[in-house]
């Protein structure tokens, strides 16, 4: 690989996440999406050579990533062998267990029994020794907290996990899961949660809660998938875009109301000479609490133009007074339809 140190830092404006003694890059790479056995295994050994080089030392990855569920971890982990061994102290590699793994009541949820053997496939597909952040990938109602919490701790004492993390609860849960993980000796260092200018559920206590819990924020789907980026504001959908090829955004997610909110965001994003796509990673990245954003990328034509957009000047208050204005008008059409 990869140029030397040379460059890779330069960019800079690492975020400390939480309270803890760990730095993430603004922008991580997310390989939910794009790195199955379906994809083209040179665009994606491409795309994390590049994110590396600059500067995006975190990869976020879960159990069930692909398809197939592993074929993601499977993918990174034959790149991590052959391209970047040598940089692995240098890298944040997380991965998920919480969504239906494997067959049977021990596939799925969040039991002590999932979550080990879960985390231990993972390290086998990933050819690592150890994760740096294993996370909880949802709430499981039918399993006591304080398992989950002890299976979290265990996963650290035992040495598979430098740090742990959850994903996906509400806020109280959040804090109590948090307060069983501190009482265990294994802080809960961060938070996965979705948040974009199309879901902006997390302004609504949710970081206010974390940032005094000294719980960092991995914002998920920055772009909502895709939606906030110029191909939806065409009249039809290019068929390389995620609406066409996968189930996880649906059309029906792209109504008047949202394409009107698209144009009007996209006038803000012209006067500052970028791309609708660059102004919602900007706009996730306004907030000191969120530490890092988890972008998703098909090309490395659009990580280069995401991680272009981490180090332009940050939103104006102008700027984010006409996004608030251009949300408050998506919100009033929802609501009157
Ligand atoms: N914890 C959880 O429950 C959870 C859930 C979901 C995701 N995540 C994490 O978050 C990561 C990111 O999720 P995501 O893929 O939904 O993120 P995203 O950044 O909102 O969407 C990524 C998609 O946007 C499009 N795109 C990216 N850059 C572009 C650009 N410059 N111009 C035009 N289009 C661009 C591409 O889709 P096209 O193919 O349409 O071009 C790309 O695949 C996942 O990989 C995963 O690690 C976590």
Redesign the pocket.
């Known amino acids: 690989m990869t140029n030397e140190a040379g460059g890779r830092y330069d960019g800079g404006r690492f975020r400390r996440c939480g309270a803890s003694g760990l730095s993430l890059p603004p922008v991580s790479l997310?390989?939910?999406?794009?790195f199955g056995d379906e994809d083209s295994t040179e665009t994606g050994r491409a795309i994390i050579r590049l994110a590396f080089d600059r500067g995006v030392t975190h990869v976020?990855?879960?159990n069930n990533?692909g398809p197939p569920p592993g074929a993601a971890e499977a993918a990174f982990g034959r790149i991590m062998a052959t391209d970047l061994k040598p940089f692995r102290d240098e890298m944040v590699i997380a991965t998920?267990a919480g969504y239906r793994m494997w067959p049977g009541p021990y596939g799925d949820g969040g039991s002590r029994k999932y979550l080990l053997s879960s985390l231990d496939a993972s390290l086998r597909r990933l050819q690592l020794d150890y994760v740096d952040i294993f996370y909880h990938?949802?709430p499981d109602p039918a399993t006591p907290l304080a398992e989950t919490a002890g299976a979290l701790a265990q996963a650290v004492r035992s040495g598979r996990a430098l740090y742990v993390g959850i994903?996906?609860y509400p806020a109280p849960l959040a804090v109590e899961m948090a307060d069983l993980l501190q009482a265990l000796g294994a802080p809960c260092i961060i938070h996965?949660g979705?948040y974009?200018l199309l879901d902006r559920g997390a302004d609504d206590g949710l970081l206010d809660r974390l940032e005094p819990a000294g719980i960092g924020f991995a914002a998920?789907?920055?772009?909502?998938?895709?939606l906030l980026?110029?191909?939806y504001r065409q009249p039809a959908t290019p068929p390389?875009?995620?609406?066409a090829?996968s189930t996880t955004l649906p059309p029906e997610r792209l109504t008047p109301a949202v394409r009107a909110l698209l144009d009007a965001l996209a006038a803000v994003a012209q006067r500052r000479g970028q791309?609708l796509?660059q102004l919602a990673l900007l706009w996730v990245l306004r907030r000191p609490a969120v530490t890092t954003a988890?972008?998703?990328?098909?090309t490395t034509a659009?990580l280069n133009?995401?991680l272009d957009a981490a180090t332009a000047a940050p939103l104006s208050d102008d700027e984010c007074q006409s996004i608030r204005a251009a949300c408050a008008d998506l919100d009033h059409r929802r609501t009157n339809t």
């Open positions: 997310g390989l939910w999406q794009n976020d990855l879960a990533y998920k990938h949802r994903s996906n996965q979705r974009s998920f789907s920055p772009l909502a998938q895709g980026t110029d191909k390389d875009a995620r609406m090829r791309s796509a988890v972008i998703g990328a098909r659009q133009e995401l």
